[in-house]
Every structure is written in C-alpha cells, then in structure tokens.
C-alpha cells in the first residue's frame, strides 16, 4: 500500500534528522541520554503527543511539527508553541517552556528561538546539528539579542559614507532583517568597511564565523590582504593577529578559522563534494555569467558543512550570479546576508528584500574627493567602423590559436568581414595600430597636457581575448618604441606569475601599459591608472561599470609621483573608447533566459560546473556533432587523446541519451520494475545519474579547453594588407555640454537662497562682501544630491565645450576657483581663469594707483602685501586676527608687526584691499 502524504513527510523529515546528526527513537526503544542530539517521536505532552520531541545532552529542548507537503507553514507555529509550553513536570528539560520549534513537510523547514528579543520564525535549509543548538543552549544570550546591544562605533579613520553603511547595517541587524544590502561607490572602501563591521560582529556580537564571497581567486587575495592591515579600533593588533582569516584554496574549512574567503563556485563544489581546480574559479562571473543562467543541480545537506557553520555571509559585488544559478548556496547556510556593490540592479534589491540600508554612489563619491571623475576621449577608425576585406591573390597569414604557430595561404576571392568579426576571427594589425599611434600622438596635448612627455601616464587596455592582448602587446611595444617592460599582458594565460604583473603595475614605474581580458577588470585595486582604453565592447550594464571602476580610484599625490614621476595630481581619468563602448546599449545585470542561445565556451563551462537542464544538455550535443564535422583528423586524435578514447560524436551521443525519455525510462524498468511503479523522487535521481555521467568527461578541464581552443576556431586570419586609419578622435562633447547645464541649473535654482550667490549676481538687497563660510558653502551645497559636481569637473567641462575662452587650470586645495565659474557661467566675464589670476591682475592694478597717489612700499612692506593678495585669493576676506594666527603673518610677528609697518591706518587698508581685490 503506497505511503500517505504524511508517511512521505516523515520518512523526509527522519531522513534529514538523521543527516545532522540527530538519533531517531520511538518510546518503545526511548532513551534520551543516547546520543547528543535524539529525537523521539509522538512523544506525548500534557496537551497531546507532539510529532519529534528533541533532547539535547539529555534534556528536552524544542520540538519538531511536522506537515505534508504543500502545507504553508506560516500558521503551523502557534501549533508548535502549544507543545513548548505543555511539558509533564517530571520532563527533565533546559527550561520551564522549550526554546526551540521547528515546523517541517521535508520539502521545507522554519525554525524560531523563542530567546531571541521578537522570535520569529526563519527558513532553514535542514535542521541544525545537536551540537549547535547544545552550545547555544549553553550561552546566556542568543546572536541576535546581542545584536541588539553593540557599543557605539569608534569612527575614527572612517569615512562618512563608511560610517553610514556601518550604521544602517547594524540597525537592520538589530530588526532582525534578514538580508541588507550596502551600496558604495567603487573605490570608496567596501572592503575596509566589511573589515570593520566584521571585527564588531566577532568581538562584540561573538559570531562564529563570517563567510566572505569574492567574484574571482585573485580577489580574494586582495581581500586577505585588507583583513591583514586592518588595525583593528582600540585592540593595538591586526585583525589576523586576533582572528584566523582563511583563504580557501581546497576543501576543508579549518574550524579555528573566523573569516572565510573564497567564491561560490568553489563552496558550491565543496557542498556537492567536489574538488574544483583554481583555474575555474579564476573567472568572473560577469564574464561566465553573461549569455546563459540555466540549472544546477540542487544542493543537499552536507553534514561536513551544516547550515550554522556561518552567522554571516557577505557577498562582494553581488552580481547577478546571486539571485541566479548559485542562489541555493547563499540559502543553503543559516546566516545572515550582507550584500556589497557599487551599481545595484532591481533585480539585486529585490533579492535583499529592498533592504537597502546606505548608498554612496559614483557622483557623491567624487564630489567627496574619494574617487575621481572621468572624460571621454572617442576614437573610431575606418575598419572598426564598417568592418573591412582581405583581398585575394596574396599569401595571407593564418595564426594557430592554441601554438600561434603561422602558416600562409592563398585566398581564392576576397574575404569581407564585419567589425563584429574584428580581432576574434580576422585580425587587421593596422587597425590596432591606428588606435595605438592616436592615442600616443595625443597622449601630452589633448589627453594630458602639461606632462614632460617622459612617461607615459599608467594604461589599462581592455582586450577581446587572449590573443587580441598578444597582438595588442605587440603593437603597444612597437608604437610606443619601448621593450617588454613597458607593456605587459596580464591574463590567465601570462607565463608571469600574474599576481606579481599586477602589483609591479600598482606599485613600479613598470609596465606603463598593462593589457587583460577580465583578470582585472572588476575589483583589482590599481590607483596609479589614469587611463583606460577599450579595444572591446561590453554588453552588461553592470559589468562595464566594474570596468570603468579600474580608472576612479584617487590616490595621494606622493604615491602617484613614485610611480609617475611627472605627475602631479590624479583628479580625473580618461576613458579612452575605439569600439563605441560608451555609445551602446546596456543590458541590466538580471536572470537571464534560459533558452537563449549562449556562446559555446560559456555553455561548456556552465555545463562542468553543473548546468544540467536539458535545453543546454540538447544544445551543447549539437554543437559538439556540428563542430566534428569542421575540424581536421588531427585534433580528433587530440580530442580523443585529452578524453581517454572519447571523440566528440561519442560525446554527443551521450549527451542526447542522458535526456532521452526512452533512455531515461528504460533506466526506470531496470531499477524499479517500471516506470509508473518509481516515485518522482526517484525518477529525478535517474535522470539526475543520466545526465551527470554523459557531463562528466568535460569536468576534466584539459579535455575541456582543448574543445573550446579547437571550437573557437582553430585558426585567426591575419589581414596585414588591410589598411585603416583613424576616421575621428576627440573628447565626448555631450557629456561636457550636460555637465554645465547641470551646473546653470544649480546656480539659477539657488540664487535667492545661497549667500554667496546673491552677492555674484550683485542683486542690490545684498550689501555683504563675500565671506569664506559662504563660499564654502556654495561648493558644499554643488557637491550634494542631485548635482553632484565640483569646481574641477566643471571647470574641465568648459574647457571641452569652449577651450579658446578657458586658461589655466583650479586649484584642488582652495574654493575660490568657484567664484570664477560662477561669474563666467553668468556672463559676468569673458575668460574662465583661475581666481588667484584674477586677482593678482587687481593687485598690480592697485599698487599703481597707491605709487601713482605718492605712497612707496618698502621691500618688507610688498612682501606683506603680497601675502595679504594671497591670502584674499584663497579665502576672500582678511582680518587682523588673521595677521596675528595664520601663516605667514604668525611667522613674521602677526598683527604687532603689521601695525609698526603700516600704522593706524592697517584695518582701514585691509579693508580698502579686499574691496579692491576679492569684490
């Protein structure tokens, strides 16, 4: 007689039980010192038998209410509370009432401490080890009641926008949320910030242990190293001097460890208890992500790995991956989720419930002075625009893409080919080149004027491909008629150690020129970059902004003079754009469908990585069939040499009988009599066993590389007689024009309101001289929501639209240059100087008129005098308490020494300059 609903719950439920670790009874056979952890069924209480009583170290603490599938577990709880309350007196127990309930069908668990300050009920993946909830049995206080009651944050060396992310983060912590998600600005310090909250939660909330997610291996790295240098607030050590932080780069959690870094491909692999090579968890998920979501096969319990191993799981730039294919790792764990990101989509707050609890975007972060601003700078050739032709009759090169070896051959008729072909299946060097030479002829006097022209400013060029960088680096040497040092390719496929290529870029004078494919593209931290240059396009919203966050970092000036020597001050970057990148449409970073077509190298790494839905399973047996048909009998031995005697027809064979209903129900009749006779549970197993046998010659990477180099096609043509030359190149025009459109809406928003503003116009109401405190709040009021701007960036704004009518350059340690904007964006003047220009003109003009009134200066009396026209130029008002506190006047005797100079008549003087000078 075939199971109830209710007997296939149980049967779950003990299933589970028994994976954590729990020993299962009935009262014939009760005995609750037994095992750590036993669960008794129907054991009956005061108000009735409950469906599993739990003892833990003997004593009753929390039960289990158990529900057929398809029951809402919801309204099961008050049910479960009956029971935590109903206990015999002579039970012996941890408390007069249990603290634990679990509400359960097999297919889905809620649990609820009712110790914790408003219990709620939460969903958990399975049930808890008896150790777990023995050692929380044993603590005074649960996490989330300590999580209500963290000391105030020590502030010190954080910035604002850290602080206000540690601030929302913990109030939803202490409401018991139980996803938050921070966005912040590339550059402006998530890390440090996760560094900083993860010491709090560890010191003061006693987590057990923070998991830390990062996108690719080498990230991860970077991350160890912030947890080294943290100094942690108060302590006098590091964080690793009190805390193990590990980086996992195999399988075992070391269980001392209180911070674990690694990515969720390689936890993904470690739940299903698979290894997993460093290589493939090398890549981005931007880049692995990008055309195809598809099935994974589900996780189950793992009892190496129970679901408290983590309070907290944090998730740095929380890509689509998240809330996609690896969205059952993240719920798998009993944790609280942090999310990190600079660019988050409303396909990621939803996944965090809205919980956005601080934003700090790229705008306030440069008008805080955390990250610099950008310009682009667009160059389009004749070839990238319209794509281009081999010609006939000559011996054209072929380039082996797996050796590089070069062979010739004769084309019998000429061989057109669309941009979108360019550097992936036809290279033409001259158009590489045509970039390279305009963005070095323009390098010192549109991109950088003012450079010695000594040293190229540091260059990250964006590649399609591995061997697109190879050709790129070639030409960059030969362009810029410099040796391997100057120009480096940083890929996975570098003989170098990459990692030691990317600090010799971050911290050498060499290379000048690093180029990748997408090592460092998102999060690699490299300061010293003042240009990117993208020789490739970028569909993805999300990741474009990744990669244009490789150029905003700000960095000290000392620091960039050590790697620049002719530097001086970083306070923008240019964005150097030859494919258009700028120019075409985004897509938004959210699940993507699963049925559209995706490129093979990505359906085969999906696939090892577990994809197993049977549209990818159909498309990659297809595509391998096709691909067998193309390819030469020498890489079908190779083929068959990599897969131990498999070829790609066997493959595909393979694969399409893994999702063949007959293969599958055949498979059925074998096991189970027949197909009707088999659950759906155990129909999904064989199916399951099907597909991952036909899959698992391709988890072998060398065999899968080895397809993938011979499916990208085996060869690239080189069209060396291919001509290009450079159609257009010039700054983005458009984004300068809505830059000072923007700012004449400021002014014009703000003129009867802001001080300042009122005294530029000269509106007559006004009799106030201009004052420090009203400049600096004009520049303070530019630089908030929606504006967003500084002086700099307008400044530089105006000098794209009208250069001829623009000198000089702001200073970046003194307001004032504002008030010449102001006036210039008001028609108030003609030419757009700095205002310490300004005002030395008035100065000069001044002292004529006092030698032409009779009054002569000494030597000691000028130099004072041009300290006062200094003075007023960087603070637009002068007192002779400022004589006596500010330097230089402090240094030359302050205000006594003034008046023995200058007499009585001081006061009245600096009155008279002021007015001559800063109105």
């Known amino acids: 007689m075939p199971e109830t609903p209710e007997q296939q719950a149980r049967m779950r439920i003990d299933a589970l039980l028994t994976a954590a670790g729990w020993l299962l009874q009935g009262m014939a056979d009760f005995n609750r010192n037994a095992a750590e952890g036993v669960a008794v069924r129907e054991f009956r209480l005061d108000s009735g038998p409950c469906d599993y009583l739990l003892f833990v170290g003997g004593k009753a603490a929390g039960v289990i209410e158990a529900k057929r599938a398809g029951v809402t577990l919801s309204g099961v709880a008050e049910q479960a509370v009956r029971y935590k309350l109903a206990l015999p007196a002579h039970l ?15 297919d889905e668990t809620y649990f609820c401490d009712s110790r914790d300050p408003q219990p709620r009920s939460r969903r958990v993946f399975a049930f808890h080890q008896p150790h777990m909830l023995h050692e929380w049995l044993k603590e005074q206080d ?35 949320r139980p996803r938050a998600l921070i966005q912040m600005a590339t550059g402006a310090g998530k890390t440090f910030t996760a560094c900083t909250f993860s010491w709090r939660l560890l010191k003061f909330a006693r987590a057990r242990r923070i998991l830390f997610l990062v996108d690719r291996n080498n990230l991860g790295d970077q991350t160890l190293k912030e947890f080294q240098n943290y100094d942690a607030p108060g302590a006098g050590r590091k964080f690793t001097d009190t805390y193990i932080v590990q980086h996992l780069h195999g399988n075992h959690i070391d269980p001392d460890a209180k911070v674990v870094i690694t990515t ?11 290894e997993l090579s460093e290589e493939d968890e090398e890549r981005s998920a931007f880049e692995t992500e990008t055309n195809g979501e598809g099935e994974i096969p589900p996780i189950t319990y793992n009892p190496a790995i129970p679901i408290e191993t983590f309070d907290f799981i944090i998730t740095d730039e929380c890509h689509r991956s998240i809330y996609g294919r690896w969205r059952q790792v993240l719920e798998y764990f009993d944790a609280f989720l942090v999310g990190l990101t600079a660019t988050p989509s409303k396909h990621t707050l939803a996944f965090f419930n809205s919980n956005l609890v601080s934003e700090y975007g790229y705008e306030q972060s440069i008008a805080d002075g955390v990250n ?32 590089r070896a070069l062979r010739y051959k004769e084309l019998d008729e000429d061989l057109a080919f669309a941009k979108e072909e360019l550097d992936r299946s036809v290279t033409v060097p001259a158009q590489i080149r045509a970039v390279l030479q305009c963005y070095r002829d323009n390098l010192y006097t549109e991109l950088f004027p003012g450079r010695t022209g000594e040293w190229v400013p540091k260059t990250l060029i964006f590649a399609k491909d591995d061997n697109h960088a190879e050709e790129i680096v070639t030409a960059v040497r030969e362009v810029f008629d410099a040796g391997n040092d100057f120009a480096k390719k940083i890929t996975y496929r570098t003989g170098d150690d990459p990692k030691a290529l990317i600090k010799a870029f971050r911290v050498d004078p060499f290379p000048r020129i690093a180029v990748t494919v997408d090592m460092i593209a998102t999060g690699t931290d490299i300061k010293p970059v003042e240009c990117l240059i993208f020789m490739r396009d970028v569909k993805s919203a999300g990741y474009f ?53 995706i490129p093979f190298d990505k359906l085969i790494d999906q696939i090892a990585q577990g994809r197993r839905d049977d549209d990818a399973i159909s498309s990659l047996a297809g595509r391998l069939a096709a691909l067998d048909h193309r390819i030469e009998d020498e890489d079908r031995s190779r083929i068959s040499a990599a897969g131990h005697g498999a070829t790609l027809k066997w493959l595909a064979a393979r694969l399409l009988e893994a999702i063949s209903p007959d293969i599958v129900e055949a498979k059925l009749i074998e096991r189970h009599g027949s197909a009707a006779a088999a659950t759906k549970a155990q129909a999904r197993a064989v199916a399951d066993e099907l597909k991952d046998a036909a899959c698992a010659p391709l988890d072998d990477p060398k065999l899968r590389n080895l397809v993938k180099d011979i499916e990208q096609k085996s060869v690239i043509l080189i069209a060396e007689r291919t001509p290009d030359a450079v159609a257009s190149a010039g700054y983005d025009v458009k984004h300068a024009e809505a830059r ?18 009122q005294i530029l116009y000269g509106q007559p109401y006004v009799k106030r001289r201009l004052t420090y405190a009203s400049i600096r709040e004009l520049a303070q009021r530019l630089t908030d929501s929606p504006w967003h701007l500084n002086t700099a960036d307008v400044w530089q704004a105006y000098k794209r639209i009208e250069a001829a009518l623009v000198r000089g350059a702001p200073s970046d340690k003194v307001l004032t240059d504002i008030i010449s904007l102001v006036r210039f964006a008001t028609g108030q003047i003609d030419v757009l100087e700095p205002y310490s220009a300004r005002v030395e003109q008035k100065f000069n003009l001044w002292i004529g008129r006092q030698i032409k009134a009779g009054k002569h200066y000494s030597e000691e009396q000028m130099n004072w005098l041009k300290a006062i026209r200094d003075y007023l130029a960087a603070n637009v008002e002068i007192a002779p308490a400022d004589l006596q506190h500010d330097t230089p006047f ?27 000078l800063a109105a």
Not at 264 to 274: E, F, V
């Open 372 to 403: 610099v601003g950008f310009e682009v700078f667009r160059i389009k050739t004749e070839v990238g625009e319209k794509g281009g032709k081999v010609e006939a009759g000559y011996a054209t090169p072929i380039r082996d893409r797996r050796t």
């Open 264 to 274: 969720i491909q390689r936890l993904y692999a470690m739940l299903r208890g698979k």
């Open 142 to 176: 649960t996490l989330r009641t300590r999580l209500t009651h963290l000391p105030a944050l020590d502030t010190h060396g954080l910035r604002d926008c850290q602080i206000g992310a540690i601030h929302g983060l913990e109030q939803s912590f202490a409401h018991d």
């Open 740 to 757: 000072v459109q923007s700012f004449k809406g400021f002014i014009e928003q703000h003129k009867d309101e802001l001080l300042a503003l």
């Open 92 to 106: 012996a127990r941890w408390n007069d009432f249990l603290y634990f309930d679990y509400e359960a069908t097999g």
């Open 545 to 597: 902004e990744q990669m244009r966050g490789r150029g905003v970092r700000s960095i000290a000036d000392s620091d960039l003079h050590q790697v620049t020597p002719d530097a001086q001050t970083k306070t923008r970057f240019v964005l150097v754009d030859a494919v258009g990148v700028t120019e075409s449409q985004k897509t938004v970073s959210q699940p993507l469908e699963r049925k559209r077509s």
């Open 890 to 916: 402090s240094a030359w005797g302050g205000v006594i020494a003034a008046r023995r100079l200058f007499g009585d008549g001081l006061n009245g003087m600096l009155d008279e300059m002021t007015e001559a």
